[in-house]
């Protein structure tokens, strides 16, 4: 895994943190996208004694949600799955953070889960993402456990909930993805198919996009097949926000900060390639009459 190797050079953050800590706190900056995982372990990084289950916890107010890490590393990586109980711990973790007493919880996680309670019951979380965070390959029955405890995280908050939980397992094949496409961003390499022409196009300083109609049916199969790596390149910043005014600030701030750009922010469901020449290939004689090649990737942001 070439991620490994470059997790071991970063001295400073193991010598600060310690290896086990260090790798759980790097996995968890690459997977929120934060610069500086010292930074973020001061403020989320809880594990020792006393800590519930609960070895990382953020409120990212951001993105409206809540992100909550069991986290295991292993000196012998020869060995095929992470212990499936550490994943079970996240029930345990899950039950302190909504309902566990405050006055037995010890600083600094108790300070946390209170801010964290006040945001959700004032609406500002949308999300809660529970992580098992390790160094071995993902495996069948850590995906079960961790099904398991958002079943019961969700039954905890309440039918009619908007909050959406979402269990994830960082293991080595998924942090080692987060990192070969932290520079991209575009997830989706494969050669995709669009069942429509380009009926106009639009250029700018540094970007040039066409405009096609396609069948929503043709939308959900891609969704179907490929999840929520189609939303990698989230380059505006405010999508997947269900407010409508954070929305709204998002056109107003891309209008105001890059105008000459502002189209291609702002134009519906956008088809992110890489840098290359233009990626559309006509074909007359078939019905199907533009192609996405794959050496420049595909993205659906909204």
């Not at 590393?73 to 953070?97: R, V």
């Not at 801010?115 to 850590?142: D, M």
């Amino acid at each position: 895994m070439a991620y490994k190797q470059v997790f071991l050079s970063s001295t400073p953050l193991i010598k600060a943190l310690g290896e086990a800590n260090a790798h759980m706190m790097w996995a968890i900056a690459l997977y929120l996208e934060e610069p500086d995982p010292e930074a973020l372990a001061s403020e989320g990084l809880t594990d020792g004694k006393g800590d519930r289950k609960i070895d990382f916890i953020y409120l990212d107010r951001d993105a409206k949600r809540i992100v909550f890490a069991q986290g295991y590393y292993a000196k012998n990586t020869t060995k095929n799955a992470a212990p499936a109980n550490k994943a079970s711990d996240l029930n345990t973790a899950a039950a302190w953070l909504l309902s566990g007493d405050i006055a037995l919880i010890p600083k600094p996680l108790g300070p946390i889960i209170e801010e964290c309670r006040t945001a959700l019951a004032e609406g500002e979380v949308e999300s809660i993402e529970l992580l098992y965070v390790h160094n071995l390959p993902e495996s069948v029955n850590v995906n079960r456990e961790l099904q398991t405890a958002a079943a019961h995280m969700r039954k905890a908050l309440g039918d009619g909930t908007p909050v959406r939980v979402i269990p994830r397992e960082l293991g080595s094949s998924t942090i080692d993805h987060l990192f070969a496409t932290q520079d991209s961003h575009i997830e989706v390499k494969d050669e995709i198919t669009c069942p429509s022409k380009a009926f106009f196009s639009e250029e700018g300083p540094k970007w040039e996009a066409s405009v096609l109609s396609v069948p929503g049916t043709w939308l959900h199969t891609l969704f179907t097949q490929y999840g929520d790596a189609l939303f990698s390149a989230n380059y505006r910043g405010f999508l997947g926000i269900t407010k409508r005014r954070r929305i709204n600030t998002g056109i107003r701030q891309s209008a105001e900060a890059k105008p000459s750009d502002f189209w291609v922010f702002n134009n519906g469901i956008t088809l992110l390639r890489e840098e290359g020449d233009q990626g559309w290939e006509d074909y007359p004689d078939r019905d199907i009459c533009y192609q996405w090649r794959p050496d420049y990737g595909f993205d659906w942001l909204r």
